[in-house]
């Protein structure tokens, strides 16, 4: 038998012990090093701005952090909520939203809407940010550029109500058409194509901003691409664009209602969606406020941060994909998964986040109706989980289908949107054997294929435009451009159109609880949640205003109060 | 001066075969034998061994031992922290409260510093609380817009540090509330705060400190599965939760079944693929080595062109070419990938290895006694190279092992809800600092696993050096 060596403990070991000691501290001392000489190279580079202050009270500065990147800023070819966060700050409608969420004039100082049309008289003092006078001619060049067909705007149906637009923006007549014109250059005159009851509201949307012909002429293809490729007419213009790093708004000098307006700068150096990173600038003391995600609430609670709360106004579903080869296109699938949806326990359990609503309906709760909210007047038919009902309905449709395909959930590949999507997988494979294969996408890339008609069921959402049901009510109607799923039916057309020419509160309320019944019963989607925000926000920076509807949060009336 | 030789003729006479003079005083050792036996010396290496031997057993027998359905999501159980069997009480099924759940008001409430006013009073519970729901009263203030319900997990005293905004009701007359937000089996502060005539808060508030009992109904544990009838159990009584050694994930999903499972995806990767390549690199090398001169330069050169491949893009243009949709596993091409692009390092190693050996005198030899090709291959140069190929292959594995990994986080390899340690990591990743055990265990796994096979590697390549031979 082999004699075993004794385990050597010699001073060879202690010798190794030894230089991994020393080779550990020289390794720390190097990261060190290495830090230092990172940070001093940084300040100097940086010529000293490196540094952001969340709030100057000097220079009356504010610093934020920009969620993502504007695609562009041209007015009348937006579609996302940070270029309408922006252009809500750098521009301004013919009406426009106040501090406590009311109409108030913006370009035109009075307006009058009948049956039939309307009449802005617009303010003399309007300016845009070279100093030149803000006429009624740049709403119409505007609008004309929104329905134009060749400029392809996706909101071009917002522009609907006015005479003509949906016969141009579907090329059956020249843009010249439009039913809006300027009388004098003071006074913008609009026909309607039916009555509108909240056109008001309408006319504070992005897309009916104004744009100078010339100046846009003058860019071309380049409009609203920069902060030098565009012309600002609102309470602050935009100096600095550095594309995927660096927003930064000051105040413009030559904006009418100039005295109002508290801060000089907005600057956004930081562009990240990551709740994770913006928090932790917060904690640095780098930006003035911050959304919160679900992972940081036990850090905020630690903390002991104020946390503040509002309703952003945004619904998320399930859409079906209703093309006629998809399997999504049978009613009684789409039952079957309907009546296993709980959208309670996807909002308590899985996403957890306050503020956070079950999804009941198309219409979330916030909607006024005729006189309370919408939903006393109207509540939506109940649909409770009933597993054994659902699963009638799939042997239905596994007769008229045959054998179920694994279907595709299109999804954002967001960590809320990644949860939602999982949770499904699984409560449809555990509880109806139906597989679901997940498609992440980036949201832009989700939006593309939604619109290709690429998915069986996506996890979607629609924010509100305009502070009428009428924004989520006409979401499927057969010719809506975001009805994706390509859903038909005569039945809600005509409710929609009942909803979209009638002046009658209650005719038009009646209207919409109709089509809340219509989505419900016909399973033409799954309600999942309703979205609340928290954030926090330094003391000393007041006055902002959160809102569900219009430019959110809108930073102009805010100003800065040092803390005692 | 030397003698003239003189031979006689018994020099000539054929010596007898005798016995052998000595005889060899210990066992021979064949070569394999030897390097077992050192490998057995060296403990890095040999509890390196060990180690990877328990990941396969973890990986392969693990799903029969532990069979939990790594899919399956346990929502009353969403990332919890490995605990001791958590158990439930039994209560009627849940039913909607007359009391009012959170009304979101049409124009948000103003975030501005609370103004001096007064509080609600007689904050109490409608009934006990439960996980289920937790329903609170108070006694209204009048002319109040509407009250906000906070929650925190610590006393909101001294400096009005309320926590969670949970809602709001609208109207002094709505005083009541119900909180299913994710209630846990843990203490709670809940405050309530009057809301003005300006919808702004009023700085007094009441606190209530509410501790709720982990509850479910007995429906709702048949349909669950945990247990077999709902008949047999009633409210008051207490059942056994589904207990999750490693805890949870944010989807309430067993993490322990889900480290098995990603065992397996990430160990076949980890041990098909170098395989394969070695296999591949082996072919290659042994070919342009033995054979020489241009087949040699030919095999080479394309040997270097394979190295400079991109792998990542090559993966994805697989992922395209397979026709792999969204939501199917991307583990077969990502195989395909690695085999395809990672074996001209193996073939290079054993290419140099075989030139080193064709030039042996042994070789030549043995060729000039006739052996043909095969046998020189297969008796000379293959295990001439082998222990280079050994260490190659255990090297090779970890560096597999890792890509994966890598893949699976940025969202290449597998689906979900197929779990692999990368795909888990970059899940446990989110919550980080809130349930940092979702990134640590898969995040102890992939290190464990490449570390055990590194040392493995180099313990073996000690034991396989045939210099080494016959020392300690």
């Given amino acids: 038998m082999d004699a075993q060596p004794a385990p050597r403990r010699d001073p060879v070991t202690r010798a190794a012990v030894r230089q991994l000691l020393v080779l550990g501290a020289v390794c720390v001392a190097v990261f060190a090093g290495l830090m230092a000489a990172l940070a001093w190279a940084s300040s100097i580079t940086g010529g000293g701005s490196a540094v952001h202050r969340a709030i100057d009270f000097e220079t009356r500065t504010i610093t934020l952090v920009l969620e993502d990147e504007p695609p562009q800023l041209d007015s009348t070819r937006s579609t996302d909520a940070i270029s309408f966060r922006i252009l809500g700050h750098v521009m301004e409608g013919l009406i426009r939203y106040d501090a406590s969420n009311d109409l108030v004039p913006g370009v035109a100082e009075r307006w009058e809407i009948r049956p039939e049309g309307a009449t802005f008289w617009l303010r003399e003092d309007a300016r845009w940010s070279d100093g030149r006078p803000v006429t009624a001619h740049d709403f119409v060049f505007a609008w004309r550029k929104v329905v134009d067909p060749a400029n392809a705007s996706e909101y071009a149906f917002i522009l609907y109500p006015v005479r003509h637009a949906e016969a141009i923006n579907t090329r059956t007549l020249p843009v010249e058409q439009l039913g809006v014109r300027a009388v004098s250059p003071r006074v913008l005159e609009v026909e309607f194509e039916g009555p509108v009851a909240f056109f008001d509201k309408l006319v504070a949307f992005g897309l009916y901003f104004p744009v100078r012909e010339d100046f846009y002429e003058s860019r071309g293809e380049r409009y609203g691409?920069?902060?030098?490729?565009?012309?600002?007419?609102?309470?602050?213009?935009?100096?600095?664009?550095?594309?995927?790093?660096?927003?930064?708004?000051?105040?413009?000098?030559?904006?009418?209602?100039?005295?109002?307006?508290?801060?000089?700068?907005?600057?956004?150096?930081?562009?990240?969606?990551?709740?994770?990173?913006?928090?932790?600038?917060?904690?640095?003391?780098?930006?003035?406020?911050?959304?919160?995600?679900?992972?940081?609430?036990?850090?905020?609670?630690?903390?002991r941060w104020n946390l503040g709360r509002y309703v952003d106004g945004s619904v998320f579903y399930v859409d079906f994909n209703f093309r006629p080869e998809r399997p999504t296109s049978n009613v009684h699938l789409r039952r079957a998964l309907q009546l296993v949806n709980d959208s309670a326990e996807l909002v308590n359990k899985v996403i957890a986040l306050p503020g956070y609503q079950p999804g009941v309906s198309m219409f979330p709760g916030w909607l006024t109706g005729v006189e309370g909210p919408f939903r006393h007047e109207y509540p939506p038919p109940v649909v409770t989980p009933d597993h054994d009902k659902a699963r009638e309905h799939l042997a239905i449709a596994?007769?008229?289908?045959?054998?179920?395909?694994?279907?595709?959930?299109?999804?954002?590949?967001?960590?809320?949107?990644?949860?939602?999507?999982?949770?499904?997988?699984?409560?449809?494979?555990?509880?109806?054997?139906?597989?679901?294969?997940?498609?992440?996408?980036?949201?832009?890339?989700?939006?593309?294929?939604?619109?290709?008609?690429?998915f069986d069921m996506v996890a979607a959402g629609w924010g509100p435009d305009y502070a009428d049901p009428l924004t989520y009510g006409d979401l499927y109607a057969s010719w809506n451009g975001n009805n994706r799923g390509l859903y038909e039916?005569?039945?809600?057309?005509?409710?929609?159109?009942?909803?979209?020419?009638?002046?009658?509160?209650?005719?038009?309320?009646?209207?919409?609880?109709?089509?809340?019944?219509?989505?419900?019963?016909?399973?033409?989607?799954?309600?999942?949640?309703?979205?609340?925000?928290?954030?926090?926000?330094?003391?000393?920076?007041?006055?902002?205003?959160?809102?569900?509807?219009?430019?959110?949060?809108?930073?102009?009336?805010?100003?800065l109060e040092e803390t005692p | 001066?030397?003698?003239?030789?003189?031979?006689?003729?018994?020099?000539?006479?054929?010596?007898?075969?005798?016995?052998?003079?000595?005889?060899?005083?210990?066992?021979?050792?064949?070569?394999?034998?030897?390097?077992?036996?050192?490998?057995?010396?060296?403990?890095?290496?040999?509890?390196?061994?060990?180690?990877?031997?328990?990941?396969?057993?973890?990986?392969?027998?693990?799903?029969?031992?532990?069979?939990?359905?790594?899919?399956?999501?346990?929502?009353?159980?969403?990332?919890?922290?490995?605990?001791?069997?958590?158990?439930?009480?039994?209560?009627?099924?849940?039913?909607p409260w007359a009391g009012v759940t959170a009304e979101p008001p049409a124009d948000g409430p103003r975030w501005e510093p609370a103004s001096a006013g007064p509080s609600v009073t007689n904050l109490r519970l409608a009934e006990p609380a439960t996980t289920q729901a937790v329903r609170l009263v108070w006694d209204g203030v009048e002319g109040a817009a509407g009250y906000v319900v906070y929650r925190s997990v610590y006393d909101?005293?001294?400096?009005?540090?309320?926590?969670?905004?949970?809602?709001?009701?609208?109207?002094?007359?709505?005083?009541?509330?119900?909180?299913?937000?994710?209630?846990?089996?843990?203490?709670?502060?809940?405050?309530?705060?009057?809301?003005?005539?300006?919808?702004?808060?009023?700085?007094?508030?009441?606190?209530?400190?509410?501790?709720?009992?982990?509850?479910?109904?007995?429906?709702?544990?048949?349909?669950?599965?945990?247990?077999?009838?709902?008949?047999?159990?009633?409210?008051?009584?207490?059942?056994?939760?589904?207990?999750?050694?490693l805890g949870t994930d944010y989807l309430g999903r067993d993490l322990l079944a889900r480290l098995m499972h990603g065992a397996r995806v990430s160990l076949f990767i980890g041990v098909v693929a170098p395989l394969l390549y070695v296999l591949a690199g082996i072919?290659?090398?042994?070919?342009?080595?033995?054979?020489?001169?241009?087949?040699?330069?030919?095999?080479?050169?394309?040997?270097?062109?394979?190295?400079?491949?991109?792998?990542?893009?090559?993966?994805?243009?697989?992922?395209?070419?397979?026709g792999i949709g969204p939501g199917e596993s991307g583990i077969l091409p990502m195989l395909v990938a690695l085999v395809l692009l990672s074996w001209p390092a193996a073939a290079r190693l054993v290419r140099g290895q075989i030139l080193q050996v064709r030039q042996e005198a042994y070789v030549a030899a043995s060729r000039l006694l006739g052996a043909k090709t095969g046998y020189l291959?297969?008796?000379?140069?293959?295990?001439?190279?082998?222990?280079?190929?050994?260490?190659?292959?255990?090297?090779?594995?970890?560096?597999?092992?890792?890509?994966?990994?890598?893949?699976?986080?940025?969202?290449?390899?597998?689906?979900?809800?197929?779990?692999?340690?990368?795909?888990?990591a970059n899940e446990g990743i989110r919550t980080m600092l809130s349930h940092p055990h979702e990134l640590l265990f898969p995040a102890f796994a992939i290190s464990i696993a490449v570390l055990a096979f590194n040392l493995l590697g180099d313990g073996l390549r000690d034991a396989l050096d045939v210099r080494m031979r016959g020392r300690e």
Wanted: proline share 8%.
């Fill in chain 2, 1 to 95: 001066m030397t003698p003239p030789l003189r031979f006689q003729p018994a020099d000539f006479e054929p010596i007898s075969a005798g016995p052998p003079t000595a005889a060899p005083s210990r066992p021979s050792l064949s070569y394999w034998q030897d390097s077992w036996r050192r490998l057995r010396r060296n403990r890095r290496a040999f509890v390196s061994l060990a180690i990877v031997a328990a990941l396969g057993v973890f990986a392969v027998a693990g799903p029969w031992i532990w069979p939990r359905d790594p899919a399956a999501q346990d929502v009353d159980q969403i990332s919890q922290a490995p605990a001791l069997p958590p158990t439930a009480a039994i209560v009627d099924p849940y039913t």
């Fill in chain 2, 156 to 245: 909101p005293a001294p400096d009005r540090a309320l926590g969670l905004p949970l809602g709001d009701t609208v109207g002094a007359a709505r005083v009541s509330y119900e909180d299913r937000l994710d209630v846990e089996e843990r203490r709670y502060w809940y405050s309530v705060v009057v809301l003005g005539e300006d919808s702004t808060e009023r700085d007094a508030y009441a606190t209530l400190v509410v501790e709720p009992v982990r509850a479910v109904s007995a429906e709702e544990a048949e349909l669950r599965g945990w247990v077999a009838d709902a008949s047999r159990i009633s409210p008051g009584d207490t059942i056994a939760l589904p207990y999750h050694p």
């Fill in chain 1, 398 to 454: 596994r007769q008229e289908l045959g054998d179920i395909r694994p279907l595709v959930l299109l999804t954002d590949d967001s960590p809320i949107a990644n949860k939602q999507a999982e949770y499904y997988q699984n409560l449809f494979q555990r509880t109806l054997g139906i597989e679901i294969r997940l498609d992440k996408q980036i949201f832009k890339q989700r939006l593309e294929k939604m619109t290709s008609g690429d």
């Fill in chain 2, 283 to 322: 072919v290659v090398g042994s070919a342009a080595g033995f054979i020489g001169g241009r087949v040699d330069q030919l095999l080479m050169r394309f040997a270097d062109f394979v190295v400079a491949l991109p792998f990542l893009l090559f993966m994805i243009l697989f992922k395209v070419a397979f």
């Fill in chain 1, 489 to 559: 039916n005569p039945e809600l057309d005509a409710q929609v159109r009942i909803a979209q020419s009638s002046l009658d509160p209650r005719t038009r309320m009646d209207a919409f609880g109709e089509i809340q019944r219509i989505l419900i019963e016909d399973a033409v989607h799954l309600p999942a949640f309703e979205r609340g925000r928290l954030f926090v926000q330094r003391p000393e920076l007041r006055g902002v205003v959160r809102r569900t509807v219009g430019t959110d949060p809108d930073y102009t009336h805010a100003w």
């Fill in chain 2, 377 to 424: 291959v297969f008796r000379h140069m293959i295990p001439q190279t082998m222990g280079v190929i050994l260490v190659t292959l255990t090297f090779a594995v970890p560096s597999a092992i890792f890509t994966e990994a890598f893949l699976s986080f940025i969202g290449m390899g597998v689906a979900p809800p197929t779990p692999s340690w990368g795909s888990m």
């Fill in chain 1, 225 to 303: 691409a920069d902060a030098v490729d565009l012309l600002y007419n609102g309470p602050f213009a935009m100096t600095r664009w550095v594309h995927g790093a660096h927003v930064r708004l000051e105040k413009n000098p030559h904006y009418w209602n100039r005295d109002t307006v508290q801060l000089n700068t907005i600057d956004m150096p930081y562009v990240t969606s990551d709740t994770t990173a913006a928090v932790n600038l917060f904690k640095d003391g780098s930006i003035a406020s911050t959304g919160l995600g679900q992972e940081q609430l036990e850090e905020a609670m630690k903390l």
